[in-house]
């Protein structure tokens, strides 16, 4: 039992060294995202009064009705000038378009649309935002959720400011998270992380990099590339539809581009711990698409995250009990490994907008991160339905 127990701790120790060296390189990564990874203020530079195309603005929404209010009124705040917002009910239930029409308070800019059926081989939220593209005069496209709020009059002027002076055809903004009580804040932070190690902003925005991401929450685009993409049609069935036209915009040639928001926009994505899971189970299975990126992910959890923490408990208390070097050894490479991974998160919450107090519970992040990834795991399964916004899909096919 020795010889096993002993190469054990010394596998253990040797793992942990390198987990240390990896976390202690990612304050060089963090450093370089300060200085380079480009972050939109309302304060940037914006298009001249002269010469800002028309913008149509886009929400789709089914049953949004706790969100469709404050949403609207923010994109009707606007100061660009020259735009029209069209909201795109999607089946509700719950009176979403009525609210909508209150939130314009007969702003001559806003037009609400119904959707009543969706047809089959769609999405719903795809099959809504196709039916309000077709009947906007925009020639740029401003794409948002129901439940993200545009924080400043100035948002779409200084997005469209840096896609006219960058000669961007597909920009994304990327949301601040609003994050209210404790589970938000433990997970929510470590999830966005899962998603960075994926779709490096820095390898998004290089034309030379495969790499390609957006997220839905402000997808700016060209209305003619948009249409040299084929629209919503080309991607009609596909639950991440941000990332498969990103995708598309890239594999074309066009000039896709990913910036962080301060102080632009934000969305509160999930209220409850249960809701937290099933959403991000969701998103790992539209995002990632395999089942070995999943395993990927899982295990960079597993051992980045959680072993750090298992490798030091355990070798204090078998240093404690046999006294044995290669458990001190252990548990000095574990305590080493969890402490630089604190200091990176603490870096890495402070950049994301994230509560850095809780730089402390990212290991418990990590758990309630795995098991969104092992919920990923399940709808794998043949014949498995994912339920999104009360419409089931079997694999990319609509159920219900």
């Not at 997970?187 to 034309?207: H, R, T, Y």
């Not at 402000?218 to 498969?244: C, T």
């Not at 809701?275 to 395999?290: E, P, Q």
């Not at 295990?299 to 208390?317: D, E, Q």
């Amino acid at each position: 039992m020795t010889f096993p127990m002993t190469c054990l701790g010394t596998i253990l120790a040797i793992l942990c060294g390198g987990v240390c060296l990896v976390w202690l390189g990612r304050h060089r990564e963090i450093s370089r995202a300060r200085r380079h990874n480009p972050r939109l203020t309302p304060w940037d530079a914006r298009p001249p009064a002269g010469g800002r195309p028309f913008v149509s603005l886009l929400v789709a929404g089914k049953d949004e009705a706790q969100n469709i209010g404050a949403c609207v009124r923010s994109l009707l705040a606007q100061d660009y000038g020259d735009f029209e917002v069209f909201v795109i009910d999607d089946r509700s239930s719950d009176g979403t378009a009525e609210l909508a029409r209150q939130a314009g308070d007969d702003d001559d800019r806003l037009r609400v649309l119904e959707v009543h059926q969706l047809p089959a081989g769609w999405a719903g939220k795809n099959n809504a935002m196709a039916h309000g593209i077709a009947q906007a005069a925009g020639d740029w496209l401003c794409m948002t959720d129901a439940d993200c709020r545009f924080l400043s009059p100035a948002a779409l002027s200084v997005a469209m400011g840096y896609a006219l002076a960058e000669k961007v055809d597909f920009l994304s903004v990327l949301p601040n998270l609003e994050m209210q009580g404790f589970w938000e804040n433990v997970i929510q932070p470590v999830c966005s992380g899962i998603m960075v190690f994926w779709f490096n902003p820095a390898k998004v925005n290089d034309p030379r990099k495969r790499q390609a991401y957006a997220n839905g929450a402000f997808m700016l685009i060209k209305r003619s590339m948009y249409q040299r993409i084929g629209g919503h049609e080309a991607v009609k069935d596909k639950l991440m539809e941000d990332l498969a036209m990103a995708q598309r915009v890239k594999a074309d040639g066009g000039v896709l581009r990913v910036v962080q928001s301060d102080g632009l926009v934000s969305v509160r994505m999930y209220t409850s711990l249960a809701r937290i899971l099933n959403g991000w189970s969701r998103i790992f299975f539209a995002t990632f698409g395999t089942k070995r990126r999943l395993a990927v992910s899982l295990g960079v959890l597993l051992i980045m995250g959680l072993l750090p923490y298992a490798t030091a408990a355990a070798g204090w208390a078998l240093w404690a009990t046999a006294g044995k070097t290669v458990w001190l050894a252990a548990a000095l490479a574990g305590s080493a490994a969890a402490a630089a991974q604190v200091s990176v998160i603490y870096r890495f919450y402070r950049l994301a907008g994230a509560c850095a107090g809780l730089c402390w519970t990212y290991s418990l992040g990590c758990v309630m991160a795995v098991l969104a990834i092992l919920k990923s795991f399940s709808k794998h399964r043949r014949g498995t339905a994912v339920h999104w916004r009360g419409t089931a899909y079997v694999g990319s096919k609509q159920a219900t």
